[in-house]
């Protein structure tokens, strides 16, 4: 079993920049398809993007590509959720998720019921 942590959450500008990070422990994160979720006040979970445990392979949803970017570090056991030109609209609270099956990374694991392991979430703020 894997614990995942978020961290990194805070109050921007909109056109800032964010970086956050999903730390795990209890078992090496290469045993693991990662990705990234938000959930908006009112509003369902929504995929946001997803890393193969090699790190070779990204996926990400329309409403983020070209603005954010999913690296990973197996070696520091972290995966990452870089945020740049940030808007409103993309104020939530930010989830990382754990599978591990290894699958091609696309559609697939757009759907949240796909993993296994959960973190707390990190909020994300953007101001107008």
């Known amino acids: 079993q894997v614990q995942l942590v978020e961290s990194g959450g805070g109050l921007v500008q909109a056109g800032g920049s964010l970086k956050l990070s999903c730390t795990a422990s209890?078992?090496?994160?290469?045993?693991?398809?990662m990705g990234w979720f938000r959930q908006a006040p009112g509003k369902e979970r929504e995929f946001v993007s997803a890393?193969?445990?090699?790190?070779?392979?990204?996926y990400y949803a329309d409403s983020v590509k070209g603005r954010f970017t999913i690296p990973r570090d197996n070696g520091k056991n972290t995966v990452y959720l870089h945020m740049i030109s940030l808007k409103p609209e993309d104020t939530a609270v930010y989830y990382c998720a754990a599978d591990p099956s290894k699958k091609y990374v696309g559609s697939y694991y757009a759907r949240a019921t796909v993993y296994d392991y959960w973190g707390q979430g990190t909020q994300v703020t953007v101001s107008s």
């Open positions: 890393i193969s445990w090699s790190g070779g392979s990204t």
């Open positions: 209890g078992r090496t994160l290469r045993d693991y398809t």
